[in-house]
Each structure stands twice: as structure tokens, then as C-alpha cells.
């Protein structure tokens, strides 16, 4: 049979309650203990009882008394509870504030690091401009006569001097959207016509590295909506990043395929040496490289990832990253097709 639920009383709500009466003078604690030990008769005989209706029974403390105890404690926990509650929300206000002050000093840093990364790399400009202009009067002997393995020497510095503009305009663009600042300037692009381009300039580079570049780029596409200079950047980087990872014998794609009536797919794929899947999302953080060792056998800055993110997404549009450790990836985007 189902006991009965009590009734909820003050009592109830006091813990303790034996200690404090005897506390304020109005109990022995002999008397505590006869109240306890009755208590626990009525309760095995299946009676329900309290220990003030013990008290009150064995005529050792008064209705009134019972109630004023019980008041004093209720109102000595509502006022613990309120400096608790006084307490946990100035230690809201505090935590509050320290986190505030964290992300605004966070912001600070960042936005120095960008400032930084901007004034230097525009500050390289101007001597790799120097460097780049005295090694081309070398190279066609507008200074005088040089023998071929001083040409070949001088056209080794040319590409290390290429690489390092790129570089530094990396930079550039990075600081510029880490500021806001990168300007989009979106018109009606031949997707077909501008890949087609980019892929044929990426065979020189893949066949040094016994790797072949594919393009499979359909006749009748329509014009996408782009920035075309930042979108050939971008398909430029996804070759770039295939060729450097694809082992010599493999092979990079970059597709485009109308999907619908309004997209056009674009896609870069390679038989490279994969991401493993835990670390995916690690390619897209800026200054960061898998293989962070000494020894690294991959160069670059681990900026380039994180901006063709950045501008595919000014774009209106998402980059999709698929791959498989030992087996290749696949990076691709959609952008808006437009009418004639």
C-alpha cells in the first residue's frame, strides 16, 4: 500500500533543527534525545512525525516557541541565501569582466599581428623589386657578358626571387582580410577560358615534378559571378598545393561541371599523400603546417589554405574538403552561374 505524502511544513525546510533549540537555551540535550528516541517509535509504528510535533507531544517546547525557532531559521537561510546569491553574481561580474578584458586584449594582439605582417611584407617590396630588376639586366646581359654557369646560377636566384614575391603578396592578402579589407570585385567571369589558362601555366611546375596536370572543362559552361583575379588565385593554390603533394607518377585535376540551371562546380583533385581525417581542420589555420618538424619535407608559409577559404567565402560560397590518407583529396566550391 502506498504511504501518503506528507504534508510540507516549515520544519521541513530546517536542517538541524534539534541543534539549534538546544543551541538557544530552550532544550536540554536530554531532553533532544527522548524528543529523537519518541520520534523514532512513532515512525517504526508507521506514524508520520516531525520532531517539533515530538517536542510539542512530550510537552517539551510550546507552539509558539516551535514557530519561532522555526521563523529565526528561515529567515538566517533567506538571508544566507541572498549573500550567496550577491556573492555568485559578483563573482559573474568579475569572471565577466576578466573575459572581457582576455578577448579585447586578444583583438589587440591580433590586429597588431596583422599591422605587423602588413608593414613588413610591404616593406619587402621594395628590395625584391631591386634584387628582381638587377638580376634580369644579368640574366640578358645588358651588364656585360656571363658564362652559362653564371646564367644558370642567376635564373636559380630568378625563381627563388618568384617564390618569394608570392610569398610576400600572401601576406599582403592575408593581412588585408584579417583587417576586412580585402575588396571583392565581383563581375562575369569565363570560368572555362580562365582554368583552362591556370592549368596550362601549372604544367611547367608538374612535369619537374613528374606529375601530371588534367583539365576537364566541359564546352558549354555559362560565366560565373567572381572576382576573376581572386578566383584564379585561388584555383592556382589548389594546383599548386596538388602538384607539391602528389608523389612523382601521380596526377591533379581541376574540373568544372555545371550542376542545375545556377552553379558551376569547380574541383581540384590529386593522388597525393592525403590529410588524415582528424586533422582536416588544421589546413585551414593560418601560419600552420601539418608537419610542423624542423626537418619538414613540404615548404610554405600555411597561409594559402586558409585564404582560399577566405575568398571562396566572400564569395557567397563554401569550400568542400574530401581525402584520404595515402590516396589524394579533393577540394571543391560552387560559384554562381549568370545568363548571356
Same mark, same amino acid.
Given at each position: 500500500?502506498?504511504?501518503?505524502?506528507?504534508?510540507?511544513?516549515?520544519?521541513?525546510?530546517?536542517?538541524?533543527?534539534?541543534? /539549534?533549540?538546544?543551541?538557544?537555551?530552550?532544550?536540554?540535550?536530554?531532553?533532544?534525545?527522548?524528543?529523537?528516541? /519518541?520520534?523514532?517509535?512513532?515512525?517504526?509504528?508507521?506514524?508520520?512525525?516531525?520532531?517539533?510535533?515530538?517536542?510539542?507531544?512530550?510537552?517539551?517546547?510550546?507552539?509558539?516557541?516551535? =514557530?519561532?525557532?522555526?521563523?529565526?531559521?528561515?529567515?538566517?537561510?533567506?538571508?544566507?541565501?541572498?549573500?550567496?546569491?550577491?556573492?555568485?553574481?559578483?563573482?559573474?561580474? =568579475?569572471?565577466?569582466?576578466?573575459?572581457?578584458?582576455? $578577448?579585447?586584449?586578444?583583438?589587440?594582439?591580433?590586429?597588431?599581428?596583422?599591422?605587423?605582417?602588413?608593414?613588413?611584407?610591404?616593406?619587402?617590396?621594395?628590395?625584391?623589386?631591386?634584387?628582381?630588376? /638587377?638580376?634580369?639586366?644579368?640574366?640578358?646581359?645588358?651588364?656585360?657578358?656571363?658564362?652559362?654557369?653564371?646564367?644558370?646560377?642567376?635564373?636559380?636566384?630568378?625563381?627563388?626571387?618568384?617564390?618569394?614575391?608570392?610569398?610576400?603578396? =600572401?601576406?599582403?592578402?592575408?593581412?588585408?582580410?584579417?583587417?576586412?579589407?580585402?575588396?571583392?570585385?565581383?563581375?562575369?567571369?569565363?570560368?572555362?577560358?580562365?582554368?583552362?589558362?591556370?592549368?596550362?601555366?601549372?604544367?611547367?611546375?608538374?612535369?619537374?615534378?613528374?606529375?601530371?596536370?588534367?583539365?576537364?572543362?566541359?564546352?558549354?559552361?555559362?560565366?560565373?559571378?567572381?572576382?576573376?583575379?581572386?578566383?584564379?588565385?585561388?584555383?592556382?593554390?589548389?594546383?599548386?598545393?596538388?602538384?607539391?603533394?602528389?608523389?612523382?607518377? &601521380?596526377?591533379?585535376?581541376?574540373?568544372?561541371?555545371?550542376?542545375?540551371?545556377?552553379?558551376?562546380?569547380?574541383?581540384?583533385?590529386?593522388?597525393?599523400?592525403?590529410?588524415?581525417? =582528424?586533422? $582536416?581542420?588544421?589546413?585551414?589555420?593560418?601560419?600552420?603546417?601539418?608537419?610542423?618538424?624542423?626537418?619538414?619535407?613540404?615548404?610554405?608559409? &600555411?597561409?594559402?589554405?586558409?585564404?582560399?577559404?577566405?575568398?571562396?567565402?566572400?564569395?557567397?560560397?563554401?569550400?568542400?574538403?574530401?581525402?584520404?590518407? &595515402?590516396? &589524394?583529396?579533393?577540394?571543391?566550391?560552387?560559384?554562381?552561374?549568370?545568363?548571356?
Amino acid at each position: 500500500m502506498t504511504q501518503p505524502v506528507p504534508k510540507l511544513t516549515p520544519e521541513m525546510l530546517i536542517p538541524r533543527l534539534g541543534e /539549534y533549540i538546544v543551541q538557544k537555551g530552550l532544550l536540554t540535550e536530554a531532553d533532544l534525545q527522548r524528543a529523537l528516541s /519518541y520520534q523514532q517509535e512513532k515512525m517504526a509504528a508507521g506514524e508520520h512525525c516531525l520532531l517539533g510535533q515530538a517536542l510539542m507531544e512530550l510537552n517539551l517546547l510550546t507552539r509558539d516557541a516551535l =514557530d519561532q525557532v522555526v521563523t529565526e531559521q528561515i529567515l538566517q537561510l533567506r538571508s544566507a541565501l541572498q549573500s550567496a546569491n550577491r556573492n555568485l553574481e559578483q563573482r559573474v561580474k =568579475d569572471r565577466t569582466s576578466e573575459l572581457n578584458n582576455a $578577448l579585447q586584449r586578444l583583438s589587440e594582439l591580433s590586429q597588431m599581428k596583422s599591422n605587423f605582417v602588413s608593414n613588413i611584407s610591404h616593406e619587402l617590396r621594395t628590395p625584391l623589386t631591386h634584387v628582381k630588376g /638587377y638580376l634580369e639586366l644579368l640574366v640578358t646581359e645588358s651588364l656585360g657578358k656571363i658564362s652559362d654557369e653564371q646564367r644558370h646560377a642567376l635564373q636559380v636566384s630568378q625563381r627563388a626571387t618568384g617564390k618569394l614575391e608570392s610569398m610576400i603578396e =600572401d601576406l599582403i592578402m592575408f593581412s588585408l582580410a584579417s583587417r576586412g579589407e580585402m575588396s571583392m570585385k565581383l563581375e562575369k567571369v569565363d570560368i572555362r577560358r580562365a582554368v583552362t589558362l591556370i592549368a596550362r601555366s601549372a604544367i611547367p611546375k608538374a612535369e619537374e615534378r613528374g606529375v601530371q596536370v588534367v583539365a576537364s572543362v566541359a564546352d558549354d559552361l555559362p560565366k560565373v559571378q567572381a572576382d576573376s583575379e581572386k578566383i584564379g588565385w585561388v584555383v592556382g593554390h589548389l594546383l599548386d598545393n596538388g602538384i607539391k603533394f602528389t608523389p612523382s607518377g &601521380g596526377t591533379v585535376v581541376v574540373a568544372l561541371k555545371e550542376e542545375g540551371n545556377n552553379l558551376v562546380i569547380i574541383s581540384v583533385t590529386d593522388t597525393g599523400i592525403g590529410i588524415p581525417s =582528424d586533422r $582536416l581542420k588544421e589546413i585551414f589555420e593560418p601560419f600552420h603546417q601539418l608537419d610542423g618538424s624542423s626537418t619538414r619535407h613540404f615548404g610554405g608559409t &600555411g597561409l594559402g589554405l586558409s585564404l582560399v577559404r577566405q575568398i571562396i567565402e566572400a564569395h557567397g560560397s563554401l569550400l568542400d574538403v574530401q581525402s584520404v590518407e &595515402g590516396k &589524394g583529396s579533393i577540394f571543391k566550391f560552387p560559384l554562381l552561374a549568370l545568363g548571356d
